[in-house]
């Protein structure tokens, strides 16, 4: 995996970034809530002059079962380019694939056939367990030492803390844990960085006991899940701030940093407000010496007939917003937000991170809207707009429609289904219109739901810089 050369889709910056080619293919994470049947890479034809385009065209099948695939990344990306890199010529060749409820992670090989990627690795919960006293393995992250991958339980049995194991980029082994000093952080969820600071800044969802068998209303209404962000020192791998939102806020999950390596800020994405079941982002950035995190966006639930409502939602009476997935164009001048319980994806000009400005929003299925693709206005959508990723230029928004298994359940208990709509930025308004030829839909995905895209060649959220 090593090149004489660095790999063609790394760029020392985002500006470079955003002017590279269109991508080809993108590769969705599917998996069978039952877990009687393996879970799936599908890889989907982007190119428009294809004429497979908008189909499923590859699907990697793995060995087990019960993994139940969620977030995946890169082995290596742009942030092999940074000056102090020990890899500058790792390529970006290998799909990091963990499996949330089994704790394996999964290592696949896109370079012989990118439509079909074939399996080398497995790194068995035994060994994430043993080597970095981790389980539930999540979020994954190339950095330029190493790949990066956040878990939300602990070992043995453990329900935390959570944390970050790192695993070497040639062999796949796991190292151990990333944490020096952690402080006093337990929950764990998302991670992300400001590398040329030696800042790294993660946040909380929940234990796997408060969060595998859905969300859990005393826990929610009892104010447990995550409601903070910890501030940390990359370098020292220590502990530095912990900033609470207040535990009204329930589940500050997706965490997305400007990507212009000179810029002290990024976004986070609150999933419920317990008093009034909003849903908001959250800017943070540098005051003084410390860290501050400051309310920008606020999203209202939307009222509704509790007849059209799940059982979990009847006594409110209302549909909350339900923000799982942000995602910020490589410019760092759009902030996408995924609403999936009222089935809308907002886009915000947040040029000014401290004012965004709403230019546009698409609605797709929504808990009671079931809101159709416009292509295909026959067909109810369930699910929403869950995870969104953007090309590297900023014109294609890719959304998925599945959570989680057993929050799909909670939330859709008539079925959620398995969709994926690719949106167009309109170039004259910088709103979003939905593209008519892009909608893979159930039983191409064969029966499986689907969650997480990563598009080859790198995307809005794959990637980090360290020059700008």
């Not at 764990?188 to 993660?202: E, G, I, P, R």
């Not at 929003?361 to 067909?379: C, K, M, Q, W």
Request: include cysteine; charge should be negative.
């Amino acid at each position: 995996m090593t090149r004489w050369t660095p790999d063609p889709t790394f760029y020392p910056s985002p500006t470079l970034a955003a002017a590279a080619p269109a991508e080809k293919l993108a590769y969705v994470a599917a998996f069978d809530r039952a877990g009687q049947r393996p879970d799936a890479i599908a890889v989907l034809d982007t190119d428009p002059d294809s004429d497979s385009y908008g189909r499923v065209v590859g699907w990697t099948e793995l060995p087990n079962t019960g993994d139940e695939l969620h977030h995946f990344g890169w082995n290596a990306c742009s942030s092999a380019l940074c000056p102090t890199a020990p890899h500058p010529h790792v390529e970006r060749r290998y799909l990091i694939v963990p499996g949330l409820r089994s704790s394996r992670i999964h290592v696949l090989d896109t370079k012989p056939d990118p439509r079909r990627p074939s399996l080398v690795k497995v790194i068995e919960a035994e060994e994430l367990g043993k080597r970095a006293g981790y389980s539930r393995p999540h979020t994954v992250h190339c950095g330029p030492d190493g790949i990066y991958v956040s878990a939300l339980g602990g070992s043995d049995g453990q329900e935390g803390p959570g944390g970050i194991a790192v695993l070497d980029h040639t062999t796949f082994e796991v190292r151990g844990a990333w944490e020096a000093d952690r402080g006093p952080q337990f929950l764990a969820y998302d991670f992300w960085w400001h590398y040329t600071q030696d800042v790294l800044v993660t946040s909380e969802w929940g234990t796997p006991s408060m969060i595998e068998d859905g969300i859990v209303g005393e826990l929610l209404l009892g104010r447990r899940y995550g409601h903070a962000i910890h501030f940390w020192d990359l370098a020292k791998r220590r502990h530095v701030q912990r900033v609470d939102l207040g535990d009204q806020y329930q589940m500050p999950l997706e965490l997305r940093p400007a990507h212009d390596p000179t810029k002290s800020y990024g976004f986070v994405g609150v999933v419920i407000s317990v008093e009034d079941l909003s849903a908001s982002i959250w800017l943070w950035h540098r005051d003084g010496d410390t860290w501050a995190v400051t309310k920008v966006i606020d999203i209202p639930a939307e009222p509704a007939d509790p007849a059209d409502l799940p059982d979990l939602l009847k006594p409110f009476g209302a549909v909350p917003p339900l923000v799982t997935d942000i995602d910020l164009s490589v410019d760092d001048r759009f902030l996408h937000v995924s609403c999936w319980g009222t089935g809308e994806l907002i886009r915000y000009d947040v040029s000014d991170p401290f004012h965004p400005v709403r230019v546009g929003s698409v609605r797709l299925g929504g808990i009671v809207n079931r809101t159709p693709h416009p292509a295909f206005p026959d067909e109810p959508l369930a699910g929403g707009p869950q995870m969104v990723e953007i090309s590297r230029d900023g014109r294609r928004v890719y959304v998925s429609n599945s959570l989680y298994g057993s929050w799909d359940d909670q939330f859709y208990p008539d079925g959620v289904g398995a969709w994926v709509a690719k949106l167009d930025v309109d170039p004259e308004s910088g709103g979003l219109v939905p593209d008519p030829r892009f909608f893979p839909r159930g039983e191409e995905f064969r029966g499986l739901r689907v969650h997480q895209t990563r598009l080859q060649g790198g995307d809005a959220s794959s990637d980090s810089y360290c020059f700008p």
